[in-house]
């Protein structure tokens, strides 16, 4: 069926990068920055599966929605015709495996997950059809005090990962009747100005118009200001939920702004929202994005259990790190193993795996085309490893009990190596180590991250 020589290069999908080697250890700063910050607020993981149901997502979305709408990789599985897709986002599949799993029996929980989302999107900086979202969602609670919580969780994660300058908007959408009131009112509105509705606004107008103030068409920006604001229709307590949200912030130094447009996109959010802006990212400038969405739940068929979220973008916030603290980059390993002859390969990887029990990060010389390499070309391998020590095992060595230990960094050039016997390497690089550490040398150590500008 496909025409591709064999002979071609297979690419990538469009808009679904790949994570490279030396992007990982900023993945893996974040990731872990993530993980003890949640853990910090007693958030529990749960993973769902990247695949869910489509009905899940129509039901769960709204089928009035940019991603229910144009924006869902939706097939049918072949060998049963089921209808699945790849998940937009996360939320939904979560609420699904609460409720499968009746995990909220013993009292309301504390979840966050994080991974991959899809969505047929034109892909342009910031914007991807493969991305990754690390979220929370805590099912249960009813006050504003767990709203705070969140979005009090996130501040601490942007001090923690040394970025500054999100800001946060918070808006309070109200309950299902307070929109109905206000939704006729703005329809109204709109219709008498109808003349300046885009295509997709005119096509919302009567499904969705509270998703036209959440325009980014440039020439509808005055008219949506314009607009008759929720916030003016909130009953007592909608209000009152709204105001608790906002003395719980001030009393903990959060500060935010109203955004009175502020919608979020999904249909099932109520009360709260929120969103996490930045203004050094372009138009994608919105990291993260949450609230309330109580009705979710019985939407699924559960009983009426109130329920709050967030979702961040990572790649985004990535981009941000890096324009923060430069790229990051980590020693690959601690020592690199030399090594010539074949009882020196035998040595070798028993030494390896000595170090290693002792907790070193260790890369023993393996050979690739054109044999195992000169010891000349193996201390180049050594030096380009980023390894604090070459480790050289060759026929004196072995004849002698002994290895002899290079310091490839901050080494003193007429004393660079030593001769130390077999069953004391581990100690000697150990202590080596930590002497340097001492004298604050600036080593990288396993493990250890280390940022340049
Ligand atoms: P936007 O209005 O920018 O399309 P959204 O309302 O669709 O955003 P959410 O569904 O709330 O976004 O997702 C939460 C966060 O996930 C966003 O604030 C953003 O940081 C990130 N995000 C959403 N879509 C993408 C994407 N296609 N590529 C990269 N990050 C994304
Ligand atoms: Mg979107």
Known sequence: MSDTKKSEKILGVKGMNDILPHEAPLWELFENTVQSVLRSYGYQQIRTPIVEPTALFSRGLGEVTDIVEKEMYSFTDSMNGDELTLRPECTAGVVRSVLEHNLTYDGPKRLWYAGQMFRHERPQRGRYRQFHQVGAEAVGFTGPDI???????????????????????????????????????????????????????????????????????????????????????????????????????????????????????????????????????????????????????????????????????????????????????RSHCDVYLVHQGEAALLEAFTLGERLRDAGLDVVLHCASTGGPGSFKSQMKRADASGAAYAIILGEDEIAKGAATVKYLRDADPLDNQRSVALDAVADHLIDHMTADDDHDHGHLHAGQIHTHH
């Open 147 to 329: 709203d705070a919580e969140l979005i009090m969780l996130c501040q601490r994660l942007w001090d923690d990962l040394g970025l500054s300058g999100i800001r946060l908007e918070i808006n309070s959408i109200g309950d299902a009747k307070e929109r109905q009131a206000h939704r006729a009112d703005l329809i109204a509105y709109f219709e008498l100005h109808k003349e300046q509705l885009d295509a997709d606004a005119q096509r919302r107008l009567h499904s969705n118009p509270l998703r036209i103030l959440d325009t980014k068409n440039p020439a509808m920006q005055t008219l949506v200001n314009e607009a008759p604001k929720l916030i003016d229709y909130l009953g007592e307590e909608s209000r009152a939920h709204f105001d608790g949200v906002q003395s719980l912030l001030r009393h903990n130094s959060i500060p935010f702004t109203i955004n009175p447009r502020l919608v979020r996109g999904m249909d099932y959010y109520n009360r709260t929202v929120f969103e996490w802006i930045t203004d050094q990212l372009g138009s994608q400038g919105t990291v993260c994005g949450g609230g309330r969405y109580d009705p979710l739940v019985e939407i699924f068929g559960g009983k009426p259990t109130p329920a709050v979220g967030f979702a961040m973008g990572v790649e985004r916030l990535l981009e941000l790190m890096k324009a923060t603290s430069g790229e990051i980059s």
